[in-house]
């Protein structure tokens, strides 16, 4: 079996990250309706949720839609997660397995994956796009309102502006901007809408606008007519949860990679 090279790893873990942190500070807007929570009451309610945990399991899809053009088939997902940090990601294209100790990105239709020790790796990944901050251990996450806040102070702008049910589920609908760095000190703010569910503040439908990011993109590609009317320059990119498993049963070897 051949292996990726460290560099491609590295561009993938930090794709899968570069939706949920960032490094910049927002002020919270007032909530559009009354009797609405603020942001950080919301997330506040998602990480006492996240921390009564010892595991959590969500299957959805990746639904990628490009303006005008066709929108791509959706891609089933699976994300299974325990504290150490533990992870697995699972999607046709790309499997991500995290033990503690290492990270292994395996590509079946390629059938090559790299293994990285988990201390090297976290310490090539810039800061503000490590997500396993967040499930290393709950003493190192700290207290639910803690957390909500650096969470919250990490987005360029939020406010909750209504409701919605999203399979069957009646959800309060957060929207706002991530900050993500782009050449030099540059800023490119990533438009987003989450829906998280009112029982427990967890997210089941993020969608992220990265059409600013594929304009910048297009600046840096080559000036021909042809080429640059076949690019995109709309893209949202949203992730639908159809289920949530709450401490779900894990065999000993679920965060393994086995070749």
């Given at each position: ?51 009564g945990l010892e595991a959590l399991r969500v299957h959805g899809e990746i639904r990628v839609s ?68 967040y499930f290393r251990s709950r003493e190192e996450l700290g207290e639910p309102a803690q957390v909500a ?111």
């Amino acid at each position: 079996m051949k292996t990726l090279s460290r560099s491609s790893v590295l561009v993938v873990l930090a794709l899968c990250v570069a939706l949920w942190v960032s490094d910049a500070r927002a002020e919270e807007a007032t909530p559009a309706i009354p009797e609405a929570p603020t942001v950080q009451e919301i997330a506040e309610q998602m990480f006492e949720t996240l921390l009564g945990l010892e595991a959590l399991r969500v299957h959805g899809e990746i639904r990628v839609s490009m303006g005008e053009e066709q929108p791509l088939p959706p891609q089933a997902v699976t994300y299974t997660l325990g504290w150490g940090p533990k992870m697995v990601t699972v999607t046709p294209m790309m499997h991500i397995y995290m033990d503690g100790e290492k990270a292994t990105v395996y590509m079946p239709m390629l059938n090559q994956y790299e293994v990285l020790d988990f201390e090297e790796m976290v310490e090539e990944t810039p800061e503000d796009m490590d997500m396993t901050r967040y499930f290393r251990s709950r003493e190192e996450l700290g207290e639910p309102a803690q957390v909500a806040q650096r969470t919250v102070e990490a987005l360029a702008e939020a406010a909750v502006t209504g409701q919605d049910v999203v399979n069957e589920e009646d959800c309060w609908v957060i929207e706002g901007a991530f900050p993500m760095p782009w050449a030099e000190e540059e800023v490119v703010p990533l438009p987003f809408t989450i829906r998280h569910r009112k029982s427990d503040g967890l997210p089941v439908e993020v969608t992220v606008d990265q059409g600013t990011l594929m304009r910048l993109l297009m600046e840096d590609m080559p000036d021909d007519e042809e080429f640059r009317a076949f690019m995109p320059t709309e893209m949202l990119i949203t992730l639908s949860l159809t289920s949530i498993e709450l401490d779900p049963e894990l065999p000993e070897d679920a965060f393994t990679f086995e070749p």
